[in-house]
């Protein structure tokens, strides 16, 4: 399983009212730590990507959110040398 830690403190303040509040698709699945950022689950890197294609969709108030999501997901070490590999 993939893991990808969410700031909370992040310009979008994400947190997992986020995803209910602006009707953002969700992984696979979402957990917290104990500073409070966010963790999304994913079941592998294909996933990741398949859901970051997902957020490119969204627009006005949920596409600020969307965006530090994608970010996070594209900083993933194991996400980019999947991508890059493919």
């Keep these: 399983m993939l893991r990808i830690s969410i700031p909370s403190n992040g310009p979008a303040k994400i947190d997992y009212s986020t995803f209910s509040n602006f009707m953002l698709p969700m992984p696979d699945g979402i957990d917290s730590e104990v500073n409070n950022s966010l963790v999304l689950l994913f ?3 294909e996933k990741a990507i398949d859901y970051t294609n997902q957020l490119r969709q969204l627009s006005g108030s949920q596409k600020k959110a969307g965006n530090e ?18």
């Design 43 to 45: 079941d592998d890197e």
């Design 69 to 86: 999501l994608i970010a996070a997901i594209e900083k993933d070490m194991f996400v980019r040398t999947y991508a890059h590999s493919a």
